[in-house]
């Protein structure tokens, strides 16, 4: 890295569109071969759909591949198999082993050499030296540091730029470390990076006036309002990023314009619904993955076509404002926090859109969750949103409602019509801190509940 630039590796970031398509296409030959080489699973799939991986020369011919998902990985190791068919390094290359968190079944087994950590801290870094990190910051990790890979391939990533690490690894630290340490910014959740403010409110300390020069929010998707009320609380920018084990790792620059793709470490194909083809740059598809190795390089887990089962907008693959090449995409957002009413989608995006309405946050918390009753069958839907109130019993009810409600139906006119007609009812609960069903689960909380 240069650090006399305002790039981690400049030669790549900076690479002109055609050279960038023709290293991604090396790139994407040389992964498939090496998969068929030494990936159980490629290895048996080739053979039985007798294609030659020689045949796949292009960015579009991976669409003669197969699509799969974790259900696809968690059927290729065991207990459902002897051995993990997406392993494709001997055992003695494999420097660390991961697991999913297998909140929807057996944990995904990932492998990963010591080349894939550089590769991932590579993703990270270039992430950080984009948004103005540098020599000299401190910043607080308030990410786990068991088998998700997140919090590690920060450390090392700070590690090669010459920032300090603080690895706490969860929000809830007393704030005396904010004194005597003076980081220079926190990685966590927009409810964590609020919750963490208003814990040194109480103890005299004003968060816009704290050694905090920027923050990253990562880990799930969020609306600019709540970015927005984040960054007023702590009087700074928010930057947003996005990363899986499997290996994504996207992150806004200083210019926040969309999330920079590493496009020569990483293959992001947006997909249609029906998944058989590709939507065009500025419509909404699904995000399908595939692993880019450069040639000569090892992997320890490759992965051709993965359904990452969250959705995106490349937004532009044109040069930046900040100079990158690399095309920027909009924040993804899960398909599982994603349902449908009156054939109609809403993702928990636009509820907390509309929580976080700013003339909303001078009642409310943040902290929210969600309940869908009934069914369209018996002629109407409930959707009732819990509000955490600072003080439940003196809000503006009418003033938040009508906010919170503006919001949400503002481009759904099939869910207004539904509404105004009576079909789609919309009630809110108003609690004090403290007091939200979720509290009372073990794990991360689940702001939307589907209960019809």
Known sequence: MNLKTKYYNPDI?????????????????YTVNYAAENSLFYKKWFLEHNIKPSDIQSHEDLLELPIISGKTIRENQPPETVDFGFRAVDWKDVFTIHETSGTSGTPKSFFL????????????????????FGPGDRVIVCASYGMNVG???????ARNIGMTIIP????????????????????GSVFKLISLAKRMKVQGMDPTESSIERLIVGGESFPDESRNYVAEVWGCDVFNTYGSTEGTMCGECSHLKGLHVPEDLVHMDVYDPRMDG????????????TTLLPVG???????LNYDTEDTTVVMDREKCSCGRTHMRVLNPQREAETFWIFETPFNRVDIEKGVFQ?????????????????????????????????????CNRQVIEAN???????????????????????????VGPGQLEFYHIKGRPKRIVDRR
């Open 404 to 430: 919170f409600l503006g919001s949400f139906l503002k481009y759904k006119r099939a869910l207004e019509d539904a509404y105004i007609q009576g079909s789609l009812d919309i009630i809110f609960n108003y």
């Open 297 to 303: 390089a090892k992997c320890g887990n490759v992965l």
């Open 278 to 289: 590709f939507v065009k740059d500025g419509e909404c598809g699904r995000i399908v993955l």
């Open 151 to 157: 919090a590690n391939t920060m450390t090392l990533a």
């Open 13 to 29: 970031e900076t690479m002109e569109r055609g050279e960038l398509d023709a290293l991604v296409e090396e790139r994407i030959k």
């Open 168 to 187: 706490i690894g969860k929000c809830n630290f007393p704030p005396r470390v904010m004194t005597s340490y003076k980081p220079t910014s926190i990685v």
């Open 358 to 394: 700013r003339e909303n946050m001078e009642y409310l918390t943040g902290e929210y969750e969600a309940f869908l009753y009934g069914g369209e069958d018996e002629g109407e839907v409930t959707l009732r949103v819990s509000l955490e109130c600072e003080d439940a019993q003196n």
């Open 113 to 132: 050499t010591w080349e894939d950590w550089e590769r991932y801290a590579e993703k990270y870094a270039r992430s950080f030296v984009s948004q103005g």
